[in-house]
Structure formats: structure tokens, C-alpha cells
């Protein structure tokens, strides 16, 4: 009978309790998030108010704090670390900053500027505008529909943009990059072990580099396009939807170039051990 009257008592100070509330807030405000562990799920809508609702311990409590600009939450713990499950509703234009160790996020119909950093946990947003940086040591990056400076990274997992108009820097150690229905005129897309797919424009005068040291590199492109293609792999083989001219003597781990129309623009292509893949737009990969 103690034993069972002291297991009740553990259980009831372990309680599931919810925090749901909401708060007006200031066009032009930033929403800032800071906690250990948990799941933050983001929607939005036309209002000037954020509806906050998390499910926590009951020795958990999250602190709401506006200042200046910032609407603050903080995930506090009386003991151990601090879990809370969010689901909030924001403006539309609301800048978000989330920080946390082992937290994934879900952001949809965003239109701010976007940060996310996490070590362990997915990231997938839906919109954004302006600065956006998604970072994760051990998860997935998605972003879909954003327009802006982009910089999503993942040390061990696939990083995926899709819909997407600005610069866009795209990295991973280990793990697939995949940039599909690009508007831009400065990418960058570098990983480890994995391959590279870029599918988008070509545009005069833009800057392009797509690299890996264990997978294919594969380009969509459209038709009409000027580029000076700088090649390299060590134990791969070009393969092009496009007539190309090699100049250069061809070796293996030997870079060298081609040019299709005037050349105004720069593409290079690095794999060490993976294929060069060069289709029209749209078309996927080739095999």
C-alpha cells in the first residue's frame, strides 16, 4: 500500500497539464522561442494576436514575455529539462526565431523571416520571405514557397528546397541535396556523401556551384540557356540532353569546360566518385 501510494503521488506531480492563451501583439513583431525538447507546430492568420497552446509537465511552465518588438517564450522546468509541445497561430508577417536541442519544427504559411536552429530534429516550413536560415545537426530540411536570402544546412540528413526565388546556399555532410523549381541567379549546393539535384534557371550572368564527393551531380536546366559548364569527377561519366564541345584533354579527376550559347554564365559540376548529369528542365534524372 506505500509502494502504490507513493507511485500515485509520482504520477500526479508528472501530471500532463496545457497552457492556452492568447495575446495581442504589434505589427512588425518577432516571435522567439527558446526550449529544450519538444515538437513546435505554426500556423498563421490575418489577426494581430498569436494564440499560444502547449502541452507540458506539470513541473513545467512556459514564461510569455513581450519586449520591445519580441514576443518571447521560454519553456522553464522546476526539475530536469523542459518539454513542451507547441502549437501556435501567428500573423502572417511575424518574423520567427526558434532555438532548442531536441526540437522539430513545422511552419506553414509564413510570409517573415524565418531562423531555426536545432540538434537533433526535422525542419519544415512552409513560405518565407526575406532572411532565412533553417539548421539542424541530426534531421531533415524542407522549405517550400519562400523567397529571399536563403541558408538551409543539416550535418546528418537531406536537405530539400523546392518553390524557391533568392540566393540559395544548401549544405549537408551526410545526406541528399535536392533544389527543385528554383528562381535564381546565385546557388550554391555542397554535401559530403550524397547526390546533388538542382532543377531551375540558368540565368545570364548567375553563378552556380553544385558539388558532392560520393554521388551524382544532376542539372535540370531550361533550353534557352548561356552557360560556361566547368566539369569535374574522378570515376564518373558526363552524360548531357545537350550538345556539348569538350575543350581541354578529358582525364580523370582532371577538371574541364564546355560552353552552351555565350557563356555568360557560370556552372560548376565536382563529384569525386558519381556521374555529371546534364537534362532539360523538368525532365528529372535520366536514369
Known amino acids: 500500500m506505500v509502494t502504490l501510494t507513493l507511485l500515485t503521488g509520482l504520477l500526479a506531480s508528472v501530471a500532463i497539464q496545457q497552457t492556452d492563451t ?12 527558446e526550449s529544450f525538447r519538444g515538437e513546435v507546430t505554426i500556423d ?19 514564461d510569455i514575455r513581450q519586449s520591445g518588438s ?11 529539462p523542459a ?16 532555438r532548442g536541442t531536441f526540437i ?14 536545432t540538434t537533433q530534429g526535422d525542419i519544415d516550413v512552409r ?20 523567397n529571399g536570402n536563403i541558408d538551409v544546412q543539416s550535418t546528418n540528413g537531406r536537405v530539400s528546397v523546392t518553390d524557391a526565388t533568392g540566393e540559395i546556399s544548401a549544405s ?17 549546393a555542397e554535401t559530403t556523401s550524397g547526390g546533388v539535384y538542382y532543377d531551375g534557371t540558368i540565368v545570364d550572368g548567375g553563378r552556380y556551384s553544385l558539388s558532392t564527393h560520393s554521388g551524382d551531380v544532376v542539372v535540370g536546366m531550361p533550353d534557352n540557356v548561356n552557360a560556361t559548364f566547368g566539369v569535374s569527377t574522378f570515376s564518373g561519366n558526363l552524360d548531357t540532353d545537350f550538345p556539348v564541345t ?26 569525386f566518385s558519381g556521374d555529371i548529369e546534364i537534362t532539360r528542365r523538368g525532365a528529372g534524372r535520366r536514369r
Open 246 to 271: 569538350v575543350t581541354g584533354t578529358r582525364a580523370p579527376g582532371r577538371p574541364f569546360n564546355f560552353t552552351i550559347g555565350d557563356g555568360s554564365a557560370r556552372v560548376e559540376m565536382r563529384s
Open 83 to 98: 518539454q513542451v509541445d507547441y502549437e501556435l497561430t501567428i500573423p502572417a508577417s511575424m518574423d520567427i526565431d526558434i
Open 172 to 188: 549537408s555532410v551526410n545526406g541528399g541535396i535536392t533544389l527543385s523549381g528554383i528562381e535564381s541567379s546565385d546557388v550554391r
Open 127 to 146: 513560405g518565407g520571405s526575406g532572411y532565412i536560415h533553417l539548421e539542424t545537426v541530426n534531421g531533415r530540411v524542407n522549405l517550400e514557397n519562400a
Open 22 to 33: 492568447v495575446v495581442s501583439v504589434d505589427p512588425g513583431s518577432r516571435l522567439v522561442i
Open 104 to 117: 522539430s519544427a513545422d511552419i506553414d504559411g509564413t510570409q517573415g523571416e524565418v531562423r531555426v536552429f
Open 70 to 80: 519580441a514576443v518571447r517564450l521560454r519553456a522553464n522546468a522546476w526539475a530536469g
Open 44 to 62: 498563421t492568420w490575418d489577426r494581430n494576436e498569436m494564440r499560444i497552446w502547449g502541452n507540458h509537465s506539470s513541473r513545467t511552465y512556459i
